[in-house]
């Protein structure tokens, strides 16, 4: 029984027990499950109960998510709304399943940004951002009565804390529960929230740890410190480290260790994994690790993968971990042992020593409360230490010799730490809080959207957060210069309804949605810079994909990707040729990534600058990642193959979801076209097959009548379809996937790139010989046409759409316009499907 199905009756019971009773059924349910409140817990729980906020300040493993459960029951009895909230999105559909399986799908929601589900939903559980925006956007009448910050100490960051910030804010009505194992004095806070709230706000903290923690500082190489660790039964470690990259070469590493797992184990492992689609490069290595009980986990996996990995693992099933310090951020793999490969981190700026803060928060997951009688936390010494130790161990005690020991040191320039390093991590207390409020045009439109005087919302946001008078000066002149590149950019003109901030009427276009794309900070200056183009150019419809992809964050790996491969082809070039080497490589310093429109842009945004001086904080990202593949005809797949990014599938899938929803949302009606819309339904129907995970396994909990918040209903479904979510359902999709997948072989064949085509179709019984195909054709014409033209529909032909497999005749364009030479294949609706990506079921050149 889900604890939504015990909430008791009050329309019979008198108002002065009403409490009572709440508490006595949620004590009942979890007397139920074997669980005993921790006295803390039950302080806080009652805390909230007496509709006081709470600041949950106690240790990692001390149960604060049972009470954030007890909050939104408490909530939920009341017939009120509550929001959890969560750092990242992997942690909030992490909490999503969790809600689902306490208080039963039909009751919770879940809003990331990419992905909407039960949107109407009394408990909803979203990333800080979402409900910062809807406090923006709807202020004290917000409905939203409760909200549990999970993680809070993400208050201080820099790029995200003014999220964190927000709704205490702009909430008046709403009650706190805000958690976290590292705040610090947080006085300041208790007093802030109860200014603004009129509640009391009750700090529960701690210090001990229902779990005690041993730390320890060792010499040994990482590979025997895991092997040591096994053999003492400390497992499951988690191994940590601070990159992708060497996150999963030591997973691979670490399969030369005997003995990880049973036979017992790997039997259940293969039963756990029966069924799992591991569709990518990545998928497909992850899968032989899991089945030697080795996880993966971090930030460039795909979210599937990561479910899985968090999903085995709360199984017991996986001995070992490697993965990122993502581990501190409350994602809830059960673990008995920690080890860390350093202590220092590269932060997007400069390598430098873990804060105190980061350590605790990464060191607190080790040991599990009802399981483990101790944690362990290990932390590997740096390289050259180890090093130094091993040859003091061949030497003995020898004085004389230790002596003539060269001892060896850290590289130049390479930020190193030492056991007092360590000593000190372990003793520090958290840093203190400190506010990271910043305005942006997303604030800005948000409060101008609000109903009511927009002067006043906006004087209160910006004198009223918990900045200093001269910070807060700092923000007001750039809110005054914002405004202005609004109001020069056409998105807010004058008007008889609301107050700008100096007092004047001003009023927004058109009404915005409420997921408006305009977060991104440059959306003003794209929707100026699409007047730019040139709607009779032929390349018009990927034009306006550069503008937008040009103001969406960098995906770095795959440019870097991209440059690497630019390059690559350009040296390859220049060898042919006879270059110098130094020639060589002075000529591909000058190639980086793809950047169509790179001069009219800059142009267009220096230009811009001029009236709007915001601008400048901002940096243009000229990029054509989406673009490459829509010119390539590029699956997924394909884009990960080409590029070598299968560590990073995860980043590819954001970075697609991104320019897809911006695109989806920003657009003006009047700059948007066919070709345009064909590619946004496309973009989204490749983006749900790759990983659907999140909407797959709600609809899979909550059953057919769920209101998942999806496009599936207004589809127009292939003939025979029976699964809604299947890639052949959406007709639309799928029509424009064959036609780029045909049109990819083209490409591909126009090139020469022999090898890539029989790779691409390596899954027939008979794969054609595309070698003798090439000289047949360039025997006879000089070049392969694959502009725009020879895309139309002369030269690519389906019939038999009223079945499950499609004939398509894909004609090349040639010189003479014999049209002569053509692939002919047949599309396997149900294998598609099976794959997720199109598939043929034969394929054939004629000449």
């Not at 200093?468 to 008889?496: C, D, H, P």
């Not at 590029?634 to 193959?641: E, K, Q, R, V």
Request: charged share 25%.
């Amino acid at each position: 029984m889900n604890l939504s199905q015990m909430l008791p009756d009050l329309a019979e019971v008198p108002e002065s027990v009403v409490d009572e009773v709440i508490w006595d059924t949620f004590v009942s349910w979890t007397t139920q499950r074997g669980i005993v409140l921790y006295p803390a817990q039950e302080e806080a729980a009652l805390g909230i109960l007496a509709g006081d906020n709470v600041i949950l300040a106690t240790p990692t493993g001390s149960g604060k998510s049972m009470v954030a459960n007890a909050a939104h029951f408490i909530a939920l009895s009341r017939g009120q709304r509550s929001f959890y909230t969560a750092p990242i999105k992997a942690l909030v559909s992490e909490k999503f399943f969790a809600l689902c399986e306490i208080f039963g799908p039909e009751n919770v929601g879940m809003m990331t940004g990419d992905a909407t589900v039960n949107g109407k939903a009394p408990i909803i559980a979203a990333t800080a951002e979402i409900v910062a925006n809807i406090a923006l956007r709807d202020g004290a009448e917000a409905d939203i009565d409760q909200v549990v910050m999970d993680e809070f100490h993400y208050y201080s960051d820099p790029e995200r804390g003014w999220a964190w910030q927000v709704p205490l804010l702009e909430l008046p009505r709403a009650q706190f529960l805000l958690m976290s194992a590292t705040l610090g004095d947080t006085t300041w806070l208790e007093e802030d929230l109860t200014r603004r709230t009129g509640r009391v706000t009750t700090l529960v903290a701690g210090t001990t740890r229902p779990v005690p923690l041993d730390f320890s500082y060792v010499f040994s190489p990482v590979h025997e410190t895991v092997e040591a660790i096994l053999k003492e039964g400390k497992a499951p470690v988690y191994v940590v480290h601070f990159s992708q990259r060497e996150a999963s070469e030591r997973a691979q590493a670490l399969t030369s260790l005997s003995g990880i797992i049973t036979k017992e184990d790997k039997a259940a492992l293969a039963t756990a994994l029966a069924g799992f689609r591991f569709t990518t490069a990545f998928g497909r290595d992850l899968s032989k690790l899991l089945r030697r009980g080795i996880g993966v986990h971090h930030a460039g996996m795909l979210p599937k993968y990561r479910r899985l990995v968090e999903n085995l693992a709360q199984k017991g099933l996986l001995k070992i971990i490697c993965g990122t310090d993502t581990l501190g951020v409350g994602i809830n793999v059960p673990i008995r042992t920690v080890l860390m490969t350093g202590l220092a981190k590269y932060d997007g700026t400069r390598e430098r020593i873990l804060k105190s803060r980061e350590f605790h928060q990464i060191a607190g997951r080790a040991g599990r409360a009802g399981y483990d009688t101790e944690g362990t936390v290990i932390v590997e010494a740096p390289e050259y230490e180890i090093e130094n130790a091993k040859a003091r161990r061949r030497l003995g005690n020898d004085p004389a010799r230790l002596k003539r020991l060269r001892k060896k040191s850290p590289r130049e320039g390479e930020v190193s730490w030492s056991e007092k390093t360590f000593a000190r991590l372990t003793q520090a207390e958290p840093e203190e809080l400190t506010s990271q409020f910043r305005v942006s045009n997303s604030m800005l439109l948000n409060v101008l959207a609000r109903h009511g005087n927009g002067y006043e919302h906006l004087r209160h946001l910006l004198r009223d957060n918990h900045d200093t008078r001269s910070k807060q000066n700092q923000e007001i002149l750039q809110a005054i210069s914002l405004f202005r590149g609004l109001v020069n950019s056409g998105v807010v003109q004058k008007s008889t309804k609301g107050l700008d901030i100096y007092g004047r009427p001003y009023h927004l276009v058109r009404a915005l949605p409420r997921d408006f794309a305009l977060n991104q900070p440059l959306g003003p200056f794209a929707l100026a810079a699409l007047s730019l183009l040139d709607p009779e150019s032929e390349s018009y419809t990927l034009d306006v994909v550069s503008v937008f992809e040009a103001i969406v964050d960098d995906p770095r790996q795959i440019l870097i990707a991209q440059q690497k491969a630019a390059r690559g082809e350009e040296i390859a070039a220049l060898k042919a040729e006879g270059v110098d080497y130094t020639e060589r490589m002075a000529i591909v310093e000058e190639i980086t990534w793809l950047k169509p429109l790179e001069e009219l842009l800059e142009q267009a945004y220096d230009t811009f600058a001029e009236t709007n001086a915001w601008v400048k904080d901002f940096q243009l990202r000229p990029k054509a990642v989406v673009r490459d593949m829509l010119e390539k005809s590029m699956t997924f797949s394909d884009l990960i193959a080409t590029y070598g990014l299968a560590r990073s599938e995860g980043v590819v899938l954001r970075y697609l979801t991104d320019v897809w929803r911006t695109l989806k949302q920003s657009v003006p009606d009047e700059y948007n076209t066919p070709e345009l819309e064909d590619i946004v339904v496309w973009l989204g129907e490749l983006i749900r097959q790759v990983d659907s995970s999140l909407v797959d396994e709600w609809a899979q909990m909550a059953g057919e009548d769920s209101p998942i918040s999806q496009a599936d209903l207004d589809r127009e479904l292939a003939f025979g379809v029976e699964d809604p979510s299947a890639l052949t359902a959406n007709r639309r999709a799928f029509c424009i996937m064959v036609r780029n997948y045909f049109f990819r072989l083209v490409q591909l064949f126009a090139l020469e790139k022999e090898d890539r085509l029989a790779q691409l179709v390596d899954y027939l019984d008979e794969v054609p010989d595309f070698g003798a195909a090439l000289d047949d054709y360039f025997e006879e014409y000089d070049d392969v046409d694959t502009g725009p033209a020879a895309r139309g529909p002369e030269y690519f032909r389906v019939s038999g759409q009223d079945s499950r497999r499609w004939s398509v005749r894909q004609i090349f364009k040639d010189p003479r316009g014999d049209n002569s030479f053509a692939l002919v294949g047949t599309v396997d609706l149900d294998a598609s499907d099976e794959e997720g990506e199109v598939r043929l079921s034969e394929l054939h050149l004629e000449s």
